[in-house]
Structure formats: structure tokens, C-alpha cells
């Protein structure tokens, strides 16, 4: 193991590249959700989460995913629930990876490739707070978001675009049952190309991961015969409250206009869905 000091610091400048360059946490400081000392949390966290590393074993991506949502759940009062978890725990065993194999040039290349990544978001403001009574009486208000949802609604599709919902849905089963030990990877590249084809749309806010591995986690419990669990993990999906609101596409641009601004995101809560013009 590469265990120099400097090598060890590459590392942690990789954790904070991870951080610092993760829109959730941005929000959360943007917006004062870690109090008047949030920068100093998010500086903080670099800390802690690469000594997580170095003080444990062999750890699981699950692990790494629990660990940083208490993390912003006790310092910033936030629970991540838009789908970025995953991929950030991923990219943190990547970095933590190259750095134990000793390949400290490839650790750098990911840094960079990390650290020169462009945001296509915009700044996300919190919205007020209520009162304790209009708490009570709108607790858990419902928004419309889904996955393919966004798409649909905007007329991405044209006129067939519920019916192409309808139908991805027969052909990602199919894909499953077709082939064998798929990877996250495979599965998100497979969903990015059919929302490209079918809905002239990239999908750009961070949420194939999660999508990917959701998919990934009810065909395990299909294939191991867990009904009942597969049916509590539906339940659960159709049951989770969603606290975005609904985007609206933007009004249509000259051509003229358009060449000047090819690809305006449009602000979704914490995901940005760009449509290829």
C-alpha cells in the first residue's frame, strides 16, 4: 500500500473533489442548512470521511452510502433522497481503491477529471418555513416527479410519449431476462440510450445510478424467489414521497437563440434533466 503522507493526501484532496463537487452538498451550504459555520462542516466532512476510509476494512458501498447520509442528516439536517448517494459512495471506493494499489497518477487523473467536471445547475434556494399549524395541516404535501415523468409531461416524446413510457417498461424487463449477470454500468448506459432515442433526451442529474441499481435489486429478489420482499420493495417505490416540483419545459427558442444557448437546464429541486435540442 502507498501509505507515504503525501500519497495519503492525494487521497483526501480525491475525497474532497468527491464532496465539494457534490450538488447536495453545495445546496446545503448554498443555503445555510449546516448553520452559519456550513462551510466549515463541509471542509470538516473531507476529513472525517477519509478517515472513514483509512480506519475500516474492506468496506461495502451500502456502508459508505448509511455513513454519509448521517453525516448530512446530523450536521446539515438534510436527507439525500435524490439519488446521488450511490454514485458518490462508488466514486469515494474508486478513489480509496487507487490509492491502496498505488496507482497515484491514475488517482490524480480522476481528481482532475473530478475537479474540472461543469455544474449545469442552478442555485437551489430553500423555501420558507411554515408555521407548526400549516405544518400539521400539509405534513407530507405530494409532488409529481417519477423518473420518466419529466419527459412525458414536456412533450419530449411527442404526441406517443406516455405510450413509450408504457413501453420501456416491457422492454427493460425484457433486456433483464435476455441477459445475464448485468452490470450497474450496462444497465444505466442501456436506460440512457433508450431515454436519448425515444425522448431526445440526456440524462444529466445523477439519478441513473440509483435507477439502475433499483432495478438491479428487484431482479435479484425475482431470480432468488423473494416475492414478499420484492413486493415490499414495490410498495415501497410507489409509496415514497417525492419533495420536487414539477418541471415545466422552457418555451421554445429561434433557431438563432438556440445556437447561442444549445443545452439550458432547467432547475428540477436537486436534479437538472437537459433535453438535446
Given amino acids: 500500500m502507498a501509505a507515504s503522507a503525501a500519497s495519503r493526501e492525494l487521497f483526501t484532496e480525491g475525497v474532497r473533489a468527491v464532496l465539494h463537487t457534490w450538488p447536495v452538498l453545495q445546496i446545503s451550504v448554498d443555503n445555510g442548512f449546516g448553520g452559519v459555520y456550513g462551510q466549515q462542516k463541509a471542509d470538516w466532512m473531507v476529513d472525517v470521511v477519509q478517515q472513514y ?5 474492506d468496506l461495502q458501498q451500502c456502508e459508505v452510502e448509511d455513513f454519509i447520509a448521517e453525516l448530512m442528516d446530523q450536521e446539515f439536517d438534510t436527507v439525500v433522497d435524490d439519488g446521488s448517494l450511490p454514485q458518490v459512495s462508488f ?4 478513489l480509496f481503491s487507487q490509492w491502496k494499489q498505488g496507482a497515484l497518477q491514475q488517482l490524480q487523473h480522476t481528481i482532475n477529471t473530478l475537479t474540472q467536471k461543469k455544474s449545469q445547475r442552478s442555485k437551489v434556494t430553500a423555501p420558507p418555513k411554515e ?4 405544518s400539521d395541516e400539509d405534513e407530507t404535501q405530494d409532488e409529481e416527479d417519477g ?15 406516455q405510450q413509450k413510457a408504457d413501453w420501456m417498461v416491457d422492454v427493460v424487463q425484457q433486456y433483464f431476462h435476455d441477459n445475464a449477470d448485468l452490470q450497474q454500468c450496462e444497465v444505466e448506459d442501456f436506460i440512457a440510450e433508450l431515454m436519448d432515442q425515444e425522448f431526445d433526451t440526456v440524462v444529466d442529474d445523477g439519478s441513473l445510478p440509483q435507477v439502475s441499481f433499483s432495478l438491479l435489486q428487484l431482479f435479484s429478489q425475482w431470480k432468488q424467489g423473494a416475492l414478499q420482499q420484492l413486493q415490499h420493495t414495490i410498495n415501497t417505490l410507489t409509496q415514497k414521497k417525492s419533495q420536487r416540483s414539477k418541471v415545466t419545459a422552457p418555451p421554445k427558442e429561434s433557431d438563432e437563440e438556440s445556437d447561442e444557448d444549445e443545452t439550458q437546464d432547467e432547475e428540477d429541486g436537486w436534479t437538472v434533466v437537459r433535453k438535446k435540442k
Avoid: C
Avoid at 423518473?147 to 410519449?161: C, E, M
Fill in 53 to 57: 476510509f483509512h480506519d475500516n476494512a
Fill in 91 to 94: 466514486s469515494l471506493l474508486q
Fill in 131 to 134: 408555521s407548526d399549524e400549516e
Fill in 147 to 161: 423518473w420518466t415523468v419529466i419527459s412525458v409531461d414536456n412533450g419530449f416524446g411527442g404526441v406517443y410519449g
